[in-house]
């Protein structure tokens, strides 16, 4: 049987297992800290950054992916704070402007509250964010793609390039990338794409509250959002 610890998040005292991650237990308890490269139940790396929350220890402020983050006796976690709404926005628009082709990365924008984008679009059709690598080796084992190279050079692909003969050619690395979920107008031409912000109805229910409260919103439904489960 597994620890039960007490921790307070946003003010509100949350019990959860021991070796639950702070994003669990907050979207457990109806709090919506966005994510996007996060899978239930998947090994976390907090490559997206967009689940930062700060967590207080002695006093002072530590701000750190909530994803990588196991949930600890009397922690005291602040998901909302205009420093971190600040900071989140800004990575969301990071992020927009490399792959605004992707509605899984335009929904996310809109949830952090991202009105304009100040960066040159890039229309990338990666952001990195290993979801394919992921379940590639902690579901199926088979660990036939991975990141290659650094910094700017870093991509992801296959060993030595060619197509490994123990890939399942199972499709779900295509089936987790957030790449894979068009905008709903389509595709974005290089040089017309833009901030679609179509969604931002779906957070009307929260007005005020946007960023704090999961309303069940259909933003992160297309790419298995935690709420929804993975199935």
């Not at 971190?84 to 792959?99: D, F, G, T």
């Amino acid at each position: 049987m597994k620890k039960i610890v007490t921790l307070t998040i946003d003010g509100a005292t949350t019990r959860a297992p021991k070796g639950t991650t702070v994003l669990d237990a907050a979207i457990e308890y109806g709090i919506c800290i966005p994510h996007l490269c996060h899978i239930p139940n998947m090994t976390d790396i907090g490559a997206c950054r967009l689940c930062i929350v700060e967590n207080i220890v002695d006093g002072r402020s530590r701000i750190t992916t909530s994803c990588t983050l196991d949930v600890q006796e009397g922690m005291v976690i602040r998901t909302n704070t205009e420093r971190i709404r600040h900071l989140r926005r800004n990575i969301a628009e990071l992020l927009v402007a490399q792959a605004p082709n992707s509605r899984a990365v335009q929904d996310m924008a809109v949830r952090c509250g991202v009105k304009e984008v100040r960066y040159p679009f890039r229309n990338d059709d990666c952001i990195l964010c290993g979801r394919c690598v992921r379940i590639c080796s902690d579901m199926w084992q088979a660990r036939a793609i991975g990141f290659v190279g650094r910094g700017a050079e870093r991509r992801v692909g296959f060993p030595f390039g060619d197509r490994p003969a123990y890939c399942k050619e199972c499709n779900s690395c295509v089936d987790t990338c957030p790449m894979t979920i068009v905008p709903c107008e389509g595709s974005m031409k290089p040089g017309e794409a833009h901030l679609c912000g179509g969604c931002e109805s779906q957070l009307s229910m929260a007005s005020g509250a946007q960023e704090a409260m999961c309303v069940m919103c259909r933003l992160g439904e297309g790419f298995k959002c935690s709420r929804y489960g993975w199935q």
